[in-house]
């Protein structure tokens, strides 16, 4: 992960589910998480996003944003979020820019061959758009919980 701890979180402007646009100036003022997650309806993603939606009225509370980030179309993070009644935004990054921003573009391996994808990872973003917590290669059981008692402790 290239971004650090202390930095100033990089600018962006996705869209995202729900016909909603999510943005670093729109958040400006208030602490939010970016979650970066490989595929959309995937187990390890379906079990993430679920996680983080349980403990959406806990984030809601603290007056934190959730979003999650991948490059799948607008059209896949729509039917993934209806299906598993995710309220918080999806937004998608097709082009991977504001995905390597965040140092979430990284080398993969699977089966010898070398490829660039998302490591699924987080970053917590204070009030002042300071990157205040960072979690390269996440584990996904426990995750969401750890975010919230990092947000509680901002």
């Given at each position: 992960m290239s971004l650090t701890e202390g930095a100033a979180a990089p600018d962006f402007t996705l869209p995202?589910?729900?016909?909603?646009?999510?943005?670093?100036?729109?958040?400006?003022?208030?602490?939010?998480?970016?979650?970066?997650?490989?595929?959309?309806?995937?187990?390890?993603?379906t079990k993430e996003a679920c996680a983080f939606q349980e403990d959406l009225p806990e984030f809601d509370k603290l007056?934190?944003?959730?979003?999650g980030v991948s490059k799948d179309s607008m059209k896949a993070l729509e039917k993934f979020a209806e299906k598993y009644s995710?309220?918080?935004p999806l937004a998608s990054d097709p082009e991977a820019?504001?995905?390597d921003a965040y140092g979430?573009?990284?080398?993969?391996?699977?089966?010898?061959?070398?490829y660039m994808g998302i490591e699924r990872s987080t970053v917590l973003v204070d009030a002042h758009g300071k990157v205040a917590k960072l979690w390269p290669k996440v584990k996904?059981?426990?995750?969401?919980?750890?975010?919230l008692k990092a947000v509680k402790a901002l």
């Open positions: 995202a589910t729900g016909g909603r646009t999510v943005s670093l100036a729109e958040l400006k003022g208030k602490p939010f998480v970016l979650y970066f997650y490989p595929r959309a309806d995937t187990p390890g993603c007056n934190v944003t959730v979003i995710l309220r918080f820019k504001v995905i979430a573009w990284q080398e993969k391996s699977m089966y010898g061959k070398k996904v059981t426990g995750h969401a919980e750890d975010v």
